[in-house]
């Protein structure tokens, strides 16, 4: 073979072979792009899975901790009662215990009524004939009592005086106002009611059935105009609690579906509850907590800037919803909202990565914001500027470090991972994310808001959906009170029973503020 034909073969053996490596690179990077679709299918799939089976949130409530141990709580309790019968035969005393117990020693309330019983012996005669025996102690014990929900009839009587030596004078009371004139419920029961659907998550049909129990025969249309009535005389509460907040420098907003009833259709259709919460209670502020629930048909920022309106309020803390962003750009005296974004929020992406690929950025994401919040946990309750300079100590150096850490884990990935979104969605929002690092009354999220729709989507839950819109907006006004009514601490029932009968009784408009939640005696507190 000459020279040239060998050089022939050599260039040609080359060329092939940069075109299998062509290929090969080519197969590769497909494959490199097909397992990473694989693993964000595989991601979608397991977080699918987790919504319709899972826990809902990146960290368990200490009573979903709990849930697990009630059945070994309860087998315990079984074989402890064994116990103690079998050792009180051996000693001849059926019934008594061995041994005493530590649990829930805690000292009862003292406003709840004590009924006494005194147990005396068979005989107090001396065996050995004595006479009477002298009592020289006692043994004392308090135990907690339930008496079953029991409903009365509440029959009023208004006399008629009239005057026996002429015949123009007959005097009676005037008869009280109800929120049903002539009906059957009281306001006490309408409370119940109220507070058993959008603070219980109870619906009327099942509240129906309870009454039933009892031989109180009432349909789901009697108890939803009776809280369609109360919601009726609690305007004038709901309105002043927006009065409230629209005097806030500073709130938090958030939304969930509301399924509402499409007439015509057979179907529903989705709307959304919006909530606007104020709470100061972490940096040690004076005003009231108070969340307000508004119904809109969607989910457009132009509902949250409608439902702002006229509020006098700088700072927004929300999430990453871009809906919220069109509150940054409008014209108001005071100018646009300043929006704070949310760490819980960023930290639930992170943690979703880590449960299903193992990320090990994701793992040290979630470790940096847990140092975050492990020193908002030391400030919690300071006045600002404790929390401020905290925070400025010891938050700053780790907001300093993790951005360009963030930057630099981004460019070492996939840019279309899921991961990758995550990252981008913390860098686009870091100017919201650390402005909690300039002003101590800002939270770290917005859990308090959270917390307060929380019950919101358990009612809904339970009941599917409103009825119809107006059904909604009623839903939203009633929960608002009950909500803020548990932020107060105060009975929502007791609350909701005497505020209807004050405002009945003509309690005056111009002094509103005495009947706000946060006024009414603590749920702690007897009843006078």
Avoid at 365 to 382: D, F, H, N, P
Avoid at 499 to 516: C, F, K, S, V
Wanted: aromatic fraction near 6%; charge should be positive.
């Amino acid at each position: 073979m000459t020279v040239a034909a060998l050089t022939e073969e050599n260039a040609a053996l080359k060329a092939l072979l940069a075109q299998t490596q062509a290929a090969l690179a080519e197969h590769q990077a497909a494959l490199a792009q097909s397992e990473e679709a694989r693993r964000r299918l595989e991601a979608i799939v397991g977080e699918l899975r987790r919504e319709k089976f899972g826990a809902k949130s990146e960290r368990l409530s200490p009573d979903q901790y709990n849930l697990p141990l009630e059945d070994v709580e309860i087998a315990q309790g079984v074989l402890d009662a064994a116990q103690e019968m079998a050792a009180a035969i051996i000693k001849g005393k059926a019934g008594g215990t061995t041994r005493p117990h530590n649990r829930n020693r805690g000292q009862l309330p003292a406003h709840l009524p004590r009924v006494e019983r005194i147990i005396e012996p068979d005989s107090t005669l001396c065996p050995c004939g004595c006479g009477e025996m002298t009592k020289i102690g006692e043994d004392v014990s308090e135990r907690l009592d339930i008496i079953p929900a029991q409903l009365r009839v509440l029959i009023t009587r208004r006399p008629k005086y009239a005057c026996r030596r002429c015949s123009g004078a007959v005097v009676q009371a005037h008869a009280p106002g109800h929120v049903v004139p002539g009906g059957l419920p009281t306001e006490a029961l309408i409370a119940q009611v109220v507070v058993a659907k959008f603070g219980d998550h109870l619906p009327f049909y099942r509240q129906a059935e309870i009454f039933a129990r009892q031989g109180i025969r009432l349909d789901r249309a009697s108890l939803g105009n009776w809280a369609g009535r109360a919601c009726f005389h609690l305007r004038p509460i709901a309105e002043h609690l927006r009065r409230h907040l629209a005097a806030a420098d500073r709130l938090f907003m958030d939304e969930t579906t509301a399924p509402v009833l499409d007439p015509g259709r057979g179907q529903t259709k989705k709307g959304f509850f919006w909530a606007i919460a104020s709470d100061d209670r972490g940096h040690g502020g004076t005003g009231p907590p108070i969340v307000l629930f508004r119904y809109a048909p969607g989910r457009s920022g132009a509902y949250a800037e409608d439902f702002l309106q006229g509020f006098r309020g700088r700072l927004l803390q929300c999430d990453g919803y871009d809906g919220y962003d069109r509150l940054t750009r409008i014209k108001r005296p005071q100018g646009p909202w300043t929006l704070v974004h949310c760490w819980s929020h960023l930290r639930r992406r992170f943690v979703k990565q880590m449960r299903n690929t193992k990320s090990p950025i994701a793992e040290a994401a979630v470790r940096q914001i847990a140092a975050l919040y492990a020193i908002e946990a030391t400030v919690r309750g300071l006045p600002p500027q404790d929390r401020l300079a905290a925070r400025r100590e010891h938050s700053a150096p780790i907001i300093a470090a993790l951005k360009p850490w963030l930057e630099k884990q981004l460019s070492l990935i996939s840019s279309g991972s899921t991961l990758a979104i995550d990252i981008r969605y913390a860098l686009s929002h870091w100017e919201g994310l650390t402005r909690f690092l300039d002003d101590g009354r800002l939270e770290l999220d917005t859990n308090p808001v959270e917390n307060a729709i929380r019950p919101v989507a358990l009612t809904r839950k339970n009941a599917l959906f409103a009825g119809h819109e107006v059904g909604a907006e009623n839903w939203a006004l009633l929960a608002s009170v009950v909500a803020t009514c548990k932020l107060s601490d105060v009975n929502p029932v007791a609350y909701i029973a005497e505020t209807l009968q004050a405002i009945l009784n003509g309690h005056p408009q111009n002094r509103i503020e005495d009947l706000m939640p946060w006024g009414f005696r603590k749920a702690s507190t007897p009843h006078p």
